[in-house]
Structures are given as C-alpha cells and as structure tokens.
Nanobody, 117 residues
C-alpha cells in the first residue's frame, strides 16, 4: 500500500509558477506509475499529467501541455509537478495518484492551487 502527501499549493497571480510535490511512503514507489489530477469547484476530477515508473515516459492533458512538467525522483519517493504560465482556469484542488503494477490506484488528500486574475 502507498500513502501519498501533496504539498506546494497556494495562491499565485496569472502568469506565475508553482511546484507541487507528492511524497510517497513504501519501498515499492519505483514500481508505480504516477499522475496528477485536478478538480475545480463544481467540476469532475480531470487528468493532468502522468509519468511512468522510470520517468522516461510522460503524458499530458492538452490543457496543460507546454506549461506543466511532471517529474519524479525515485530515490526520494517523490513526484513533482512544475506549473508555469498559470491561468485562472488552472484553479483547482490538485491530487497525486499512484498506480501499482496490479492497476490499483492510490490518492493523496489534495492541495489547493488558486490563480488570481
């Protein structure tokens, strides 16, 4: 089982940057694919970015492509989301997701990102 704790959210102006971190417990972190999702008020949770177990493969939603970068440090059991050129529509609770080799999903508690116009 994996436990996930997000951090790094906050309030930023349009055009600003934030870096989210997700610290994972457990010795099998390197076997998990990791992803970031987000949920804006009144909307469903949506996919943002994903990275494979080695960090060699990434995938992004069209809405964040070119602005966000997902990365991971398996030695630190941590995945990151660097968010640049932030827009008000990026305002949401951001959730870290881990998927193990048996396709079981684990979620963090979320961190709030608010982008002011």
């Amino acid at each position: 089982q994996v436990q996930l704790v997000e951090s790094g959210g906050g309030l930023v102006q349009t055009g600003g940057s934030l870096r989210l971190s997700c610290a994972a417990s457990g010795r099998t972190f390197s076997r998990h694919a990791m992803a970031w999702f987000r949920q804006a008020p009144g909307k469903e949770r949506e996919f943002g970015a994903a990275i494979n177990w080695s960090g060699g493969g990434t995938h992004y939603a069209d809405s964040v492509k070119g602005r966000f970068t997902i990365s991971r440090d398996n030695a630190k059991n941590t995945v990151y989301l660097q968010m640049n050129s932030l827009k008000p529509e990026d305002t949401a609770v951001y959730y870290c997701n881990a998927r193990d080799p048996l396709f079981r999903n684990y979620w963090g508690q979320g961190t709030q990102v608010t982008v002011s116009s």
